[in-house]
C-alpha cells in the first residue's frame, strides 16, 4: 500500500470519527434538554405543594404554641 493511500485514509478515519463524535454529542445534549423540559412542570408543581406544606404546618405550629386545643381541620391545605 502506498504511503500517500494511507494518510489520505487516516485523515479521512480522523474526520469521520470527530464528526460522529460531535454528533453523538450534540444528539445527547438535546436529549437531556428535551428531558429536562418535560420534568420542569413537575418539578414547579412540587415546589409549590412543598411551599404550602411549610406554610400550613408553620401556621399549625404557631397555633399550637398559643392554644393548647387541637384544630386539626383548620390548619390542613384543601385538596384540588
Known amino acids: 500500500m ?3 493511500y494511507l494518510s489520505t485514509l487516516s ?3 480522523g ?3 470527530g464528526g460522529l463524535t460531535s454528533g453523538v454529542a450534540t444528539w445527547l ?3 437531556v434538554q428535551a428531558r429536562e423540559n418535560q ?3 413537575e418539578m414547579a408543581r412540587q415546589d409549590d405543594l ?3 406544606f411549610i406554610a400550613a404546618a408553620s401556621k399549625a405550629y404557631g397555633e399550637a404554641i398559643v ?3 387541637p384544630n386539626v381541620q ?3 391545605p384543601s385538596t384540588p
Open 2 to 4: 502506498d504511503i500517500a
Open 11 to 13: 485523515a479521512l478515519a
Open 15 to 17: 474526520s469521520a470519527v
Open 29 to 31: 445534549s438535546q436529549r
Open 39 to 41: 420534568l420542569a412542570p
Open 50 to 52: 412543598y411551599k404550602e
Open 67 to 69: 392554644s393548647n386545643e
Open 74 to 76: 383548620d390548619s390542613l
